[in-house]
C-alpha cells in the first residue's frame, strides 16, 4: 500500500499513519472532555507566597469582572438626573424615594434613609444595601430579614442608607430579572450581572454627590444575591471601604441566578478568590449553619484571613455565624451594625448596637414607579436597553480606533489584557508547555523532499497544577542539509483538524500541497487537532458541550475559546520546537479566525499570519453564535479589534465575506495600515488563496 524508496524510506502513508492515537495510546488524556466546572463544585484557594503575587493575582480578577460584566472599557458616567421626594419623618430618621438615571433611559429606583437631626454641614458615612431575591425585594418584611429594618437602624446609627432594585424587581421593571440576555446579548457583554454591578457603581456616585455624605466613609451589604453584588461591588470600586457580604460567599455554591452568573466570570475562579479583593479593607463574613454558609468559620474565612495576613491586617477580617437557615435576620444584621459602627463611626471595638423596634411603612408610600403607573417617558425596555449598549460598545471601540502609531499603541495598552481576558488564551510561559512524543520516522515526499515525521501530544499546563490540556499534533522536519532549518517554522490549523494538510490517493496518503511546499522550501511544519477537531471526533471525544445555555460559560471556556487558546498554545509549542523567536501561521477554514484572535495573544511570537475569513460576517451575530462563540468579543470590537491588535503586522486575510457591508470594516483596516506606514503589509481579498499563493506570500519580503 505505501511504497519506499531506494534508501527504504516510506514515500506513502496509510490514514492511520496521521493519526496520533495509534496502537499502544488509545485514549486522549484531555480533561477538558471529562470535566465541566459549575457553581456546587468545590474549589479551593490557591495558597500566595507575597503581596506582590497576590497584587498580580488581584489586578487580573479585577479586570476579569469588569471586562465579563461588560463594563470594559468604562462607559461614559452620564448626568445622573437624580430626584429625590416623598420625605417622610420617623423617630431618628428620614425616608424619602429616589430615582436616577445610571445611563440615559435606564432608571435606578430605591429609597434613601437619612439621620432625622443632622448636623449642618456635617458629613455622615454612608451606607449602600442591595437586596437578595426576597420576592419583595428591597421592601421585604419578615423575619429571615428585612431591608427597611437594617436602613432604619443605620440611620439612627447616624449613617445615611440607600436600598435600591435589582434590575426587574419593583420599581427597576424596565427589563426581565431572570429573562434578559442570551446568546446575542452575552457577545455584547449584555447582561443582568452588568447592568445591576452598573446601577451600583452609579449608586455610589449618587451618593457621593449628597452634601451630607462623606465620600470616604462608604460601605456595602447584602445578603444572598445581595451578597454576590456586596463582593463584586467592593471588589471592582475601592470607593467601598468597609463591606459585609451575608450568607453567599462560598466554596462550594457560586449563585444559582443570572444575575451572578456572567459568561467568564468564574474561568479559574470562584467567588472567595474575588471577596478576598476587598482586602485589606474591612470586610466581615456573616453566615448561617443552615445554608450554603456552613463552613465559613473553618473553610472560607481562614481562604481570605490567608490574604489579609499578606497585608498585616489580619484584624480588618471578622467572621460570624448565625445559628439560622439562609438569611439577613436581626441577629445577622446586629453582627453587621456593629462591625460598621467600629470602622465607620469610631465606636470602640465590639460596641453593640442593638435594633430598636421600628414602624412598617405601607409599601405604596415607599414605591417609586407603582404598578398600574407609568414609568417616565424615557424609560427604555429590554429591547431599548439592548440596542443603547450595543451603540454604546460600538462608539467605545469607534473613539479608540487608532489612527497613528502613538494610538494604535493607545489602543493595545487598553485592549489587549482585556482582548486576551474575553478570549481566556493568555500566552504559556515555557515552564508551563507540555510535549509527549509518540513515535517518529523518516519519510520522503513524492516530490523528493526527506523528512522526519514525529507524532506528538502537546498541550500545556493549566494554572494550580491541574492537569495539562493536551492535543494530538505531528511536527515535520525537513532532512536536506541545504535547507534544514534555514526557513521560519510554520503552524498549520485547519478547522477540519491536521489530516486536512495531506491528501488521500486511495490507500495512500500524501502530503498535501502547501505542507509539502513549505517542507520543500524549508520550513519545519507543526499540524495539529485543536480541541474538538480531528481525532477529538469520534464518539468518546465530540461532547456536544452546551455553550448556549446559562451559567455553562460563566466557568467553562467556550470550544471556540479551548481552539483559540490551543493554537496559542501550538504557537509556543513550535517556538520551542524549533529553536526560534516567532513563528509562520496558517489558519484554514474556520481555523482561519481562531489564529486570527489568537495572534492578537501571541503578539511578535507570530511573524506573519495568512487567514481563510472563510466567508464569515464579521458584523453579523449569527455567524458568531454558530462559527466563533465567545461571550464579550463583539463588545472589545471582535475581529477586527484583532486586527487592530496585530498592526503592522504582515497578514492574509482572505476568503471574506463578498457583503457590502463589510466593505467600510475592511477600508478601515487598510486605513490604519497605511496610516502606520505599512500598508503593503494587509493584504485582504474575498476569494480563498491556494497552496501556491500562500506559499509565496509568506516567502515575500513585507
Known amino acids: 500500500m505505501n511504497g519506499t524508496n531506494a534508501a527504504g524510506e516510506r514515500t506513502g502513508l496509510g490514514?492511520?499513519?496521521?493519526a496520533v492515537l495509534g496502537p499502544g495510546f488509545p485514549t486522549l488524556h484531555d480533561p477538558r472532555l471529562r470535566e465541566v466546572r459549575h457553581s456546587d463544585e468545590t474549589y479551593t484557594l490557591p495558597a500566595y507566597a507575597s503581596r506582590a503575587a497576590w497584587l498580580t493575582r488581584a489586578a487580573q480578577l479585577r479586570q476579569r469582572i469588569l471586562v465579563t460584566a461588560g463594563l470594559w472599557p468604562e462607559p461614559p458616567r452620564t448626568p445622573l438626573r437624580a430626584r429625590v421626594w416623598g420625605r417622610l419623618e420617623r423617630d431618628g430618621y428620614t425616608v424619602e424615594k429616589v430615582a436616577f438615571q445610571s445611563f440615559p433611559g435606564c432608571y435606578v429606583t430605591g429609597n434613601l434613609y437619612r439621620p432625622r437631626a443632622q448636623a449642618s454641614g456635617r458629613r455622615y458615612p454612608a451606607v449602600l444595601n442591595p437586596h437578595g431575591h426576597w420576592p419583595q425585594g428591597r421592601l421585604a418584611e419578615e423575619s429571615r430579614g428585612s431591608v427597611p429594618a437594617r436602613c432604619i437602624t443605620f440611620a439612627r446609627q447616624g449613617f445615611v442608607a440607600f436600598s435600591y432594585d435589582m434590575v426587574g424587581y419593583l420599581d427597576?421593571?424596565?427589563v426581565d430579572h431572570r429573562a434578559f440576555g442570551g446568546w446575542r446579548e452575552w457577545l455584547w457583554g449584555i447582561h443582568s450581572l452588568g447592568l445591576q454591578l452598573w446601577n451600583s457603581i452609579r449608586s455610589l456616585d449618587f451618593l457621593t454627590e449628597l452634601p451630607d455624605v462623606d465620600p470616604a466613609r462608604l460601605a456595602c451589604t447584602g445578603a444572598s444575591g445581595g451578597?454576590?453584588?456586596?463582593?463584586?461591588?467592593?471588589?471592582?470600586d475601592d470607593r467601598v471601604q468597609v463591606a459585609a457580604p451575608?450568607?453567599?460567599?462560598?466554596?462550594?455554591?457560586?449563585?444559582?441566578?443570572?444575575?451572578?452568573?456572567?459568561?467568564g466570570l468564574r474561568l479559574d475562579t470562584f467567588n472567595v478568590e474575588i471577596a478576598a479583593l476587598t482586602a485589606p479593607r474591612p470586610m466581615i463574613l456573616v453566615s448561617a449553619t443552615g445554608d450554603w454558609t456552613a463552613n465559613t468559620p473553618t473553610v472560607e474565612f481562614p481562604a481570605i484571613r490567608s490574604v489579609y495576613r499578606l497585608f498585616g491586617a489580619e484584624d480588618r477580617v471578622a467572621s460570624v455565624q448565625i445559628d439560622a437557615g439562609h438569611n439577613y435576620n436581626r441577629a445577622s444584621r446586629e453582627a453587621v451594625y456593629a462591625f460598621f459602627a467600629h470602622w465607620l463611626g469610631g465606636a470602640p471595638a465590639g460596641t453593640r448596637v442593638p435594633e430598636e423596634p421600628y414602624p412598617v411603612e405601607r409599601d405604596a408610600d415607599l414605591?417609586?414607579?407603582?404598578?398600574?403607573?407609568?414609568?417616565?417617558?424615557?424609560?427604555?425596555?429590554?429591547?431599548?436597553?439592548?440596542?443603547?449598549?450595543?451603540?454604546?460598545?460600538?462608539?467605545?471601540?469607534?473613539?479608540?480606533?487608532?489612527?497613528?502609531?502613538r494610538q494604535a499603541e493607545q489602543l493595545r495598552a487598553e485592549f489587549g489584557a482585556a482582548f486576551a481576558d474575553v478570549l481566556a488564551a493568555g500566552s504559556p510561559q515555557p515552564e508551563a508547555l507540555a510535549i509527549e512524543r509518540r513515535t517518529s520516522e523518516q519519510l520522503t515526499s513524492t516530490a523528493g523532499t526527506r523528512y522526519r515525521l514525529e507524532r506528538l501530544l502537546i498541550g500545556r499546563q493549566a494554572d494550580g497544577g491541574a492537569p495539562a490540556t493536551m492535543f494530538p499534533a505531528l511536527h515535520l522536519t525537513p532532512l536536506e542539509p541545504a535547507t534544514s532549518g534555514t526557513q521560519p517554522p510554520v503552524l498549520l490549523v485547519h478547522g477540519a483538524g491536521k489530516g486536512a494538510s495531506f491528501r488521500q490517493e486511495g490507500e495512500t496518503v500524501q502530503l498535501g500541497q502547501l505542507a509539502a511546499t513549505l517542507l520543500g522550501a524549508g520550513h519545519p511544519v507543526?499540524?495539529?487537532?485543536?480541541f474538538l477537531t480531528g481525532?477529538?471526533?469520534?464518539?468518546?471525544?465530540?461532547?456536544?458541550?452546551?455553550?448556549?445555555?446559562?451559567?455553562?460559560?460563566?466557568?467553562?471556556?467556550?470550544?471556540?475559546?479551548?481552539?483559540?487558546?490551543?493554537?496559542?498554545?501550538?504557537?509556543?509549542?513550535?517556538?520551542?520546537?524549533?529553536?526560534?523567536?516567532?513563528?509562520?501561521l496558517v489558519g484554514a477554514g474556520d481555523a482561519g479566525l481562531w489564529c486570527l484572535l489568537a495572534r492578537a495573544v501571541a503578539g511578535a511570537s507570530i511573524r506573519k499570519l495568512a487567514a481563510d475569513m472563510n466567508g464569515f460576517g464579521r458584523d453579523r451575530d449569527e455567524d458568531y453564535r454558530d462559527r466563533l462563540y465567545i461571550p464579550g468579543l463583539r463588545r472589545l470590537g471582535d475581529v477586527s479589534t484583532a486586527v487592530a491588535l496585530a498592526a503592522p503586522a504582515p497578514l492574509l486575510l482572505h476568503g471574506a465575506e463578498a457583503d457590502s457591508a463589510a466593505l467600510p470594516l475592511t477600508r478601515r483596516l487598510h486605513q490604519l495600515y497605511a496610516a502606520l506606514n505599512r500598508p503593503d503589509a494587509l493584504t485582504t481579498r474575498q476569494d480563498t488563496a491556494d497552496a501556491a499563493e500562500l506559499c509565496a506570500w509568506l516567502a515575500a519580503d513585507s
Not at 507543526?526 to 485543536?530: A, G, M, P, Q, R
Open 15 to 18: 490514514p492511520a499513519d496521521i
Open 172 to 174: 427597576s421593571r424596565q
Open 227 to 236: 451578597g454576590t453584588q456586596t463582593f463584586l461591588l467592593t471588589a471592582v
Open 246 to 263: 451575608v450568607n453567599m460567599i462560598s466554596a462550594h455554591m457560586q449563585g444559582g441566578c443570572v444575575c451572578e452568573n456572567a459568561p
Open 367 to 405: 414605591r417609586v414607579f407603582p404598578e398600574g403607573e407609568p414609568l417616565p417617558a424615557d424609560a427604555l425596555d429590554a429591547a431599548g436597553i439592548t440596542t443603547a449598549l450595543v451603540r454604546q460598545a460600538r462608539t467605545a471601540v469607534r473613539d479608540r480606533w487608532p489612527c497613528d502609531a
Open 526 to 530: 507543526l499540524t495539529c487537532d485543536v
Open 535 to 584: 481525532e477529538y471526533l469520534s464518539p468518546l471525544g465530540h461532547t456536544g458541550r452546551p455553550v448556549l445555555e446559562a451559567h455553562f460559560t460563566t466557568f467553562n471556556r467556550t470550544d471556540a475559546q479551548w481552539r483559540v487558546y490551543d493554537v496559542v498554545t501550538a504557537v509556543a509549542v513550535l517556538r520551542q520546537l524549533a529553536g526560534a523567536a516567532a513563528v509562520d
